[in-house]
């Protein structure tokens, strides 16, 4: 055996050298695998969320439509658009109400509607919402749906109450967070 090896040295020299450049090639091919699914997470994790949803104010049994960006860059919005149409206090939905708006991340906007309670429970609404990032090296386009049910809201309702304040301090922190809740819906 040992006579055989010193005899073909190239041929195991070639032969390992093979099995190197294979475990290389494997290598690099795991790491590029890799590194684009950081690539990708890192991207899916500091880019724009925009949601669409309605908020019932369980005080004042009124709904408004909340456009928010839940990520961690700037939207700008291109479309949204709402089924059925909704009816706002200030003026009628158009289909580009929001249009170029751009949303920093947390930003939100609050619409008040300008039907009755009893009326928006009778109906589901569909939102489609296509936004671009704004950020220079992303400016991906997305496009999300929501299903907004309004089956269960007439049963929301919370009561504030802290336990180590006294009825004087709990109800002043109730009407400032009813006057929160007014000042958000106008804004």
């Not at 009755?116 to 220079?136: F, G, H, M, P, W």
């Amino acid at each position: 055996m040992i006579e055989w090896l010193n005899q073909n040295q190239g041929f195991i020299m070639s032969l390992l050298t093979l099995v190197y450049v294979i475990a290389t090639l494997i290598i690099v091919v795991y790491n590029r695998k890799v590194i684009d699914e950081m690539k990708q997470n890192r991207e899916e994790d500091s880019r724009p969320y925009i949601f669409v949803y309605m908020h019932k104010n369980p005080r004042d049994n009124t709904f408004s439509l909340v456009v928010k960006n839940y990520g961690k860059s700037g939207a700008r919005i291109e479309k949204i658009n709402i089924e059925p149409k909704l009816k706002f206090v200030a003026k009628p939905m158009e289909d580009d109400f929001m249009k170029n708006v751009v949303l920093a991340p947390n930003q939100m906007v609050h619409f008040m509607l300008g039907e009755r309670a009893v009326e928006t429970y009778k109906k589901d609404y569909i939102a489609q919402v296509s936004y671009k990032s704004v950020t220079l090296e992303n400016k991906k386009h997305y496009d999300e749906r929501y299903e907004m049910i309004t089956e269960y809201a007439s049963s929301m309702g919370y009561a504030h109450y802290e336990s180590s304040k006294d009825k004087s301090e709990n109800a002043l922190i109730r009407i400032a967070a009813e006057l929160d809740s007014i000042k958000n819906n106008l804004l």
